[in-house]
């Protein structure tokens, strides 16, 4: 297989580039880059040192008829523009930014605050959480890779939701995320001495996730309405933690629950669901495309408690990325991704 | 005045310390522990490396008549043995450990697995959280210092609960800390390869902190249920942040909510309510007495966000604990307590 | 005391704010900042919430005569062409940038490839290194507060070297700093997903305080030849250690060493030399003007280590030019500064 | 092959056991605890949550005749008396603990404080360091892996102590290590609120590691003397870097001198040397079996800097390891070890 990476210099290009480096499957690596071709890699990050690969200016009209697969790892607003110019020949497209995530041009303009990709891009865009949808994400051609937060939201609250177990109008996602999820670009609450021993919540029911998140829920439940979503930013590089609080709509035993998710996810290889009584923490993903979760009920108030935990940069990125390609490319879906978390 | 602590080489303790080393009241301060007496502070702590103090062995019969406060910064359990025979002379006593702060020795029991204070100490305990209980904590002979989670929960929730505007069945409260509140004992999960770069969360619904929430929001509204209680571990060493979600009883605009807080604290020097639209981050408070707030109303949902920050060792702990001793003595209550944060 | 602060959004300058607000012979303290003028201190700084000080514009004119001292916290190159206008009259200028250490207009320039500043100015400009220049300071017009390295270095250096007891061909100075050091503006090596789990080092040999080190050296002993310098950033916020290496010239014991210290520094109440055997780590010093020191000799080698701590923002930067305030205007030299550490 | 691992609860047994996961040529991987016997490796690490390996008892006889490797990933003192029982049949030893690397008695217990291994063991045990013997790690029954200091120190020592160029009595190494090098017991040093925003000097001059650096810079040149060796705790979790102070024995041009390093160096996959004027951090080889170094002549004083950098885990110990398991099992060197370092 033939791949490219365009924007292979931001954290999500690089990951990428990590990953299919040691792919089994893969025959070329080209990496793209608008503003830095010409560029060497290494010139960027120092740990790719020995890394000899050159940045390339982006050729749509080659990449599309060479390559088998082109990921797109650029910020928001730029694969709306880029995708249709790379659809129609070989390549099949995974995009990693928000643009291709909400079926709807009106939702995205409003929470993106940006001109949303054409209709019929986007009516072909299949939404990549593996979990849910693969036999869609076999047959696709433009592959939206989900959020890091909608896939630990969505992953921890899929099998209630999905069951109708959780009172739909009362669902509240508290999320945590580590620096790296705001990117390479240094900022005033990325900067070290601001964000150490420092925690900072933002962008309270505001953040462009939000829509990516209910719309899946309305996929299990209709009748879901509008979730309270906060996220937090935690003095650590990677990770993802949602802590989510819902209400049961019946009676439901611990023991039940558990069954639940296991029934759900018992056979998909990248879910790890908890003992009862046991909860993850972030580092037991660490640089792994696991989402470790757990669920339990409050005997005092019957309230549920799920926790669900990702490294953002992996199952919430570039290793679900390599994830779906490995099924739209017909290959055993863990190939290449099946590294042990790095401990401690 | 002349002031006594209790368990010294805690972390409470070593903090109370540092406050009361440079409070313009103290004439003396004497430091006891009763597993270490005969040593020099600095030999636990060599950032007190020119102080001469010897940790004293405890003689309460001495204690209560020389000296005008005594801080019990001790492990659950201590205070309920000790604070009988350190009361009925001169001594006032603020316990830093929860053992004072649950009039019901059932409810003690139950949430701390240890044996209770007697009756008689327990009535006479005053809950000292000074912006809703200034005048009795004036008039205590004891006083039970609140917790780290339950101060910045409460402070946030107060004004909400105390109106009637929460509605008192859906309180939830995502507590997050710093690793300091786990005292200095190093464990597993304070261990920093494991904790650094690592979000962990414990105790879920479980936290011995529970009751001392639920009985605070009871007083300012009977018909309070249970409140969903998590806490998570963040890889810093200081800082709580509250993140509470709730749901509110009737119409209230943005503008009548902040009204609502500026109004309770307004006058309360250590309460630093945010503009609308902004929230604080633990560090905006290190080092300090301070609590800072925000709250919200998500305009889809209707629903409730308030953030309350405090420095779990300071006003969740030490400098509150001060606080106290400033209005118990009728001394102003700020003296020695108007530190700038320390940042960054 | 009236007092300025120029260059008050930086983090020197935000430091002496709040090492100023508290400092108890301080009337008025007046914030300036050419390009923030107008705006309040606590837009820039969420901690300095509640403070009402408006950010005001230069008035040189009117400084120098209505303030007592001015403080500026200004990056090279801006002392250099501001005081000249400062002084003459009542102020007193303390400079906290590298403009004024360095006597010699073309090593200035050599080195901080700047113009430098006045010849009449560097003239007058006395070395703020309290311990070691006293008399000095107390008589001065004009103060060059040292850099945060020169002053671990020096300090730990010093008694060694006045009493030509090291051998100056072979001065070696491993210096790590924590990540404040840097400042306030976002860069890509102090962006948090970068620096955290990362140590990096940095102008080897040729970082611009080496002059600075050399010439206060070569007053010491005229025969110091160039010393090696590096300096390592730290994933951390706060702290300086520099770990000094150094032959004898004579055979000396642990204990002479140790009394040579003592003799230099028993009665500088800022200086803590540690008990043969024990190291000082920089959370020692932290939120302090302390400096802790320890040197040791290696029975297999003869050479002696030297290890020197600090926070780089307060005896490295504020609290030193506080304490060189306080010498100036003929008040106690601890006044204000009695802080014990903040720790954990 | 079939691979054992002895010790496999500590940090570096469950390195070596995650690497050892996703190595191509291994067919089974036993795990051994004498103290967690029965137990399944997930009670102790939640990472490997789905791993269903058992730790096992050892069994001496059994594990020489039927494992191909033994790994002894075990604390001072165990592998010296554990050795002797494995050897002599199919199985070779890889020893990642100090006791198999000094062949002297007389030295091991001056520095280790404990009884030494057998002569006969420790005459058989060739030290592991690839990259300076490779020949003799091929043939060898017993491999005695590097320390992490030495790793990093001697790897950049080599060239220039090898060619006569550095003087043999002025070697200075100011080593800085991530706190997982103090392993997975919790202790004061590595309590996270000790730990972070700290930077712990430690074992000046007393370390362990400097007879094992000695030793092999003298078979290199055995005109050297004892060298200076701190070492300093970074609140980080993974990295060493080794910053090594020197002086020429001739004239050396910067060219020169960056030629010798890639003549040693230039064919060695896992060393890569930066260009001149470049220094590597230590995350530029997070979690990978790099080595990355530089050095640099000052031009001022002629003296030489060296840095060289690696992850504690990997090439100061885990990947190491399964390096030299690679060698003495006639793999291919980089077999399981191509691993583009984890950033950010």
Not at 8 to 34: D, K
Not at 283 to 296: F, G, L, T
Request: charged letters at 20%.
């Amino acid at each position: 297989m033939k791949i490219g990476i365009v924007g292979a210099t931001g954290y999500g290009g690089v990951e990428l580039f990590r990953l299919l480096s040691s792919h089994p499957s893969i025959q070329s690596i080209s990496l793209y880059s608008s503003s830095q071709a010409g560029e060497n890699v290494n010139e960027t990050y120092s740990h790719l040192n020995t890394m000899q690969d050159q940045l390339q200016p982006l050729e749509p009209e080659h990449m599309k008829e060479e390559l088998d697969v082109i990921f797109l790892a650029t910020p928001a607003g730029v694969s709306s523009e880029l995708t249709p110019n790379l659809i129609g020949k070989k390549a099949k497209v995974i995009d990693l930014s928000g643009d291709l995530r909400l079926p709807s041009q009106e939702v995205y303009t409003q929470w993106y605050k940006k001109e949303a990709a054409p209709e019929s891009v986007l009516q072909r865009a299949i939404y990549g959480l593996p979990e849910w949808n693969k036999e869609a994400i076999k047959a696709a051609k433009i592959i939206a890779n989900p959020g890091c937060f909608p896939t630990a939201a969505l992953l921890g609250l899929g099998p209630l939701v999905n069951e109708r177990l959780l009172d739909p109008n009362r669902i509240i996602i508290d999320a945590k995320t580590g620096v790296s999820g705001a990117g390479k670009n240094p900022s005033a609450i990325t900067h070290f001495a601001h964000t150490q021993e420092n925690l900072q919540i933002y962008k309270v029911n505001q953040h462009q996730h939000i829509p990516e998140i209910e719309q899946q829920l309305t996929i299990w439940n209709e009748a879901v309405s509008p979730v309270t979503f906060s996220t937090h930013l935690i003095p650590m590089t990677r990770g993802i933690m949602a802590t989510m609080y819902g209400e049961l709509t019946k009676d439901v035993s611990a023991q039940q629950m558990h069954d639940c998710y296991q029934a759900y996810y018992g056979e998909h290889p990248f879910i790890r669901v908890r003992k009862q009584g046991q909860y993850p923490s972030t580092k037991d993903v660490y640089a792994s495309n696991y989402c470790d979760m757990a669920a339990s009920i409050d005997e005092r108030t019957q309230r549920v408690t799920i926790v669900s935990v990702i490294d953002n940069l992996m199952k919430g990125a570039a290793s679900q990325a390599v994830q779906n390609m490995n099924l739209v490319m017909g290959i055993e879906e863990t190939t290449g991704l099946l590294h042990v978390p790095v401990y401690p």
